[in-house]
């Protein structure tokens, strides 16, 4: 038996619960979770089918903005409250991996939410429970049961965690109200493993190693959190009712439709911003002797750029990936706008201060905005290091190795008689360095155009700023392409076969929560040559072909 899996905990502890029944209901095994979210490689015996089938069945913890989406679904009302709660780590770059697990800290912090959401509840969704005449108490409570069940647990309540909430729900009323039983259950429900986990496990009658169709309601979770970051709509509901997400093209045409909402664009935005590692931006600090133009509201001016360019690239262009790295245009406020060389902006928006402006011919698309280059730069100075490791493997999906555990990484020193691109070249002339640094270096060098702010300069230390560089391949010798600067690279880019492979790859990891499975080969495939390939790169066609591909909705049961 081998087995390489990642510790996980039980699902959060349900603060002040009488010990009336068999909690096990409102809980996945640690087995469970075990076998089917945390674990790679075979656990054991022989496969009913072959791994290279389908990808492993699993279950996923939801992410802190997924779980406050999952609430306020529940609750008919906006809620924040998961905010407060640990951060998720990220792999391969992306927040909404797999492996996120449910520690100490989280757990405490999940018994607390639920009874706060509960006692919020209580009040928020008292016409659900409220129990007009003709109808029995009981009757009153089992519809508040299915309904709130239904919308926490996103699939119908099941007979017996109706049975075990409904006398969680007699228990809460015992000498209180009707209130305080609907107090209970939905403290059970938001402690419930059912709500802070979604399976992807497909029917309950499936064999051990099976490939399986996953559940309707599985689906129709899997498609909702994918597009919009939270639960299925009603209509989703529906069509999962209805059984027709087993048809690809009703896939399609749920997605299409949830594409068209705000919660799309924003889910959207977090891809980009994850994929290309700019969501430390708002953090980002720079010493002031060195750039004086930088300051907390020069960063926020950073963070509100890229949020509405990419704004504007989800809406009017699809995600476009193309226009996202070759458009000669941004939207920046006044501090930026001077910033980038007096820029004139229109149709100025009066509550942000944001307006459009035309880049000059040295800026294009988002990999030359100050937010990527600052991001990509250290405390005082630029970085050809970081900013050719960022190309390769964020934009290129190359793997870079760890430098060698006896090679120093600390940066070059400072020198007013050298430039960047003088001093990294020296630093790096190291035999042990040279298979990755003979990719890295040109690369990261032909965007010392910028200086570690994201100011373009032709000069540094009075010297003469060279920013040639080139795309050296996979194997290291041959030059796919020169350029000079980052706007040629940006351009290069655009057309780059590499980056339109690279793409629908990150999608994927995002999307999925893991790396690419064998089983995925056919899906890459499609994703590679379809309409994204021949449409300018749009991210919404990327999506649009996993939803409506087998990796999408099959999963391989573990074998025990």
Aim: net charge negative; proline share 4%.
């Amino acid at each position: 038996m081998r087995v390489a899996c990642a510790p996980v905990l039980q699902a959060a502890r349900m603060r002040g619960m009488p010990d009336i029944m068999p909690l096990r209901r409102f809980y996945l095994s640690s087995a469970l979770v075990l076998s089917a979210s945390a674990c790679t490689g075979n656990i054991g015996g022989q496969d009913a089918e072959p791994e290279s089938a389908a990808a492993p069945a699993r279950v996923r913890r939801l992410t802190r903005d997924e779980y406050n989406k999952s609430a306020t679904a529940v609750l008919g009302t906006e809620v924040d409250i998961a905010q407060g709660f640990a951060a998720e780590d990220t792999i391969l770059g992306f927040s909404t991996h797999e492996r996120l697990q449910v520690t100490s800290l989280l757990a405490d912090q999940l018994d607390t939410a639920a009874v706060t959401l509960a006692e919020q509840g209580k009040s928020q969704l008292s016409d659900l429970y409220a129990c007009p005449k003709g109808k029995t108490q009981d009757e009153c409570a089992r519809a508040f049961i299915q309904r709130v069940g239904e919308r926490a647990f996103r699939r119908p309540v099941t007979a017996d965690e109706e049975t075990d909430l409904l006398a969680l729900f007699n228990e809460g009323k015992k000498g209180g109200t009707m209130a305080t039983g609907a107090e209970l259950v939905l403290q059970a429900l938001f402690s419930s493993s059912s709500f802070l986990y979604r399976t992807e496990l497909g029917p309950e009658t499936a064999r051990k190693g099976q490939v399986v169709e996953l559940t309707a309601y599985e689906v129709a979770s899997e498609l909702s959190f994918m597009v919009t970051g939270g639960p299925p709509d009603a209509t989703l509901l529906a069509s999962a009712k209805a059984g027709t997400l087993s048809s690809a093209d009703e896939r399609e045409t749920q997605a299409r439709r949830l594409l068209k909402t705000e919660a799309a664009q924003v889910k959207l935005r977090q891809f980009f911003v994850e994929w290309l590692g700019l969501g430390g931006l708002a953090k980002v600090n720079k010493n002031n002797l060195v750039y004086p133009d930088y300051s907390v509201d020069f960063r926020d001016s950073m963070v509100r750029e890229r949020d509405a360019f990419i704004d504007f690239i989800v809406k009017e262009h699809s995600g476009s990936v193309a226009e996202l790295l070759g458009a000669n245009y941004s939207f920046v406020d006044e501090t930026l706008a001077n910033f980038y060389g007096e820029l004139e902006r229109t149709n100025v928006d009066d509550a942000t201060g944001l307006g459009r402006v035309t880049l000059p011919p040295e800026r294009l698309g988002i990999l030359t905005q100050a937010g990527v280059m600052s991001t990509y730069a250290h405390f005082d100075s630029s970085s050809p290091i970081k900013r050719g490791k960022f190309v390769l493997t964020r934009l290129l999906c190359r793997t870079v190795p760890a430098p060698p555990a006896n090679v120093s990484t600390i940066p070059p020193a400072l020198s007013e008689d050298a430039t960047t691109r003088e001093r990294f070249a020296a630093h790096t002339n190291n035999p042990a360095c040279a298979s990755c640094h003979k990719t890295i270096d040109p690369m990261g060098f032909g965007m010392e155009d910028f200086d570690g702010l994201g100011q373009h300069r032709t000069e540094e230390n009075g010297r003469k700023v060279d920013a040639s560089g080139a795309v050296i391949a996979r194997d290291g010798t041959t030059n796919l392409g020169d350029f000079t600067g980052g706007a040629q690279l940006a351009r290069y880019l655009t057309t780059s076969e590499e980056l339109a492979n690279c793409v629908p790859l990150q999608f994927v990891r995002y999307a999925m929560g893991r790396d690419e499975h064998a089983s995925d080969a056919e899906l890459l495939a499609a994703m590679r040559t379809g309409p994204y390939r021949t449409d300018r790169l749009k991210i919404t066609e990327v999506l649009v072909s996993l939803v409506r591909s087998s990796s999408f909705t099959q999963r391989r049961l573990p074998t025990r």
